[in-house]
């Protein structure tokens, strides 16, 4: 089991481009979630979704920012005309509270570092 | 709104030196809290949980409601402890709200 992958590691947009992320969960998982880290801070939670349906968006930026888990496919963060103070680390995470005894850990990919210039 | 705290950006420590890392907490409800670590290139992994009461590689942490605490504690310190430490609270059954985190290095 390869984990949770994330793709770009590094992405490089000029500002005004449109960022997308992808986030492959682990095999079995069907719950994915979005945490972004700004520098110096902490991850901070952004949307929580299951297949095909987005289950809490609370910490998504109201204008921008949206994020999809197709059916087939992996989940994708997509950030439309990006703005210098975007430029963060995007974290993803997988879990399937199926399993683990109902504890639903949460399970993280590597990360895609986003710089805008 | 909850909330997480880790004062130390920084702890620096000699091998089998005692190490404890703060961790605070404010949440009006019932918390559940971890602590994630993150060593040099690798993923953010899950370290321990207060549910499970466990030790890992020698860590410890215990939930204390009066402090609002959930301190990490090791009597001996290793050089390969030498990484960052997230601490976290889990509301509802998902979402995770991180403290800043607490880079701990071990010296020879």
């Known amino acids: 089991n390869a984990g949770v992958m994330q793709n770009p590691r590094h992405l490089v947009r000029r500002r005004g481009q449109e960022a997308r992320l992808r986030c492959s969960p682990m095999?079995?998982?069907?719950?994915v979630y979005w945490y972004r880290q700004l520098p110096e801070e902490g991850l901070k939670f952004m949307v929580y979704l299951q297949k095909e349906n987005i289950i809490d968006e609370s910490g998504m930026p109201k204008e921008r920012f949206s994020a999809e888990f197709p059916k087939e496919g992996p989940s994708i963060l997509r950030i439309q005309q990006v703005v210098r103070g975007d430029s963060a680390a995007y974290f993803c995470?997988?879990?399937?509270?199926?399993?683990?005894?109902?504890?639903?850990?949460?399970?993280f990919g590597p990360g895609t570092r986003l710089t805008v210039l | 709104a909850q909330r997480v705290t880790q004062p130390e950006k920084l702890l620096s420590v000699f091998k089998g030196a005692p190490v404890e890392l703060k961790c605070n907490y404010s949440?009006?409800?019932?918390?559940?809290l971890f602590w994630y670590v993150q060593y040099s290139r690798q993923r953010l992994q899950l370290l321990l949980r207060h549910i499970s009461r466990e030790s890992i590689k020698g860590f410890t942490a215990d939930l204390n409601k009066g402090e609002t605490s959930f301190h990490l504690k090791k009597p001996f310190a290793q050089e390969e402890d030498s990484a960052m430490y997230y601490c976290?609270?889990?509301?509802?059954?998902?979402?995770?709200?991180f403290g800043k985190g607490t880079m701990l290095l071990v010296s020879p």
């Open positions: 976290a609270l889990r509301r509802g059954y998902s979402t995770l709200t």
């Open positions: 095999k079995g998982h069907s719950h």
């Open positions: 995470a997988s879990s399937n509270p199926g399993t683990s005894g109902n504890y639903n850990e949460q399970f």
């Open positions: 949440y009006s409800g019932s918390p559940e």
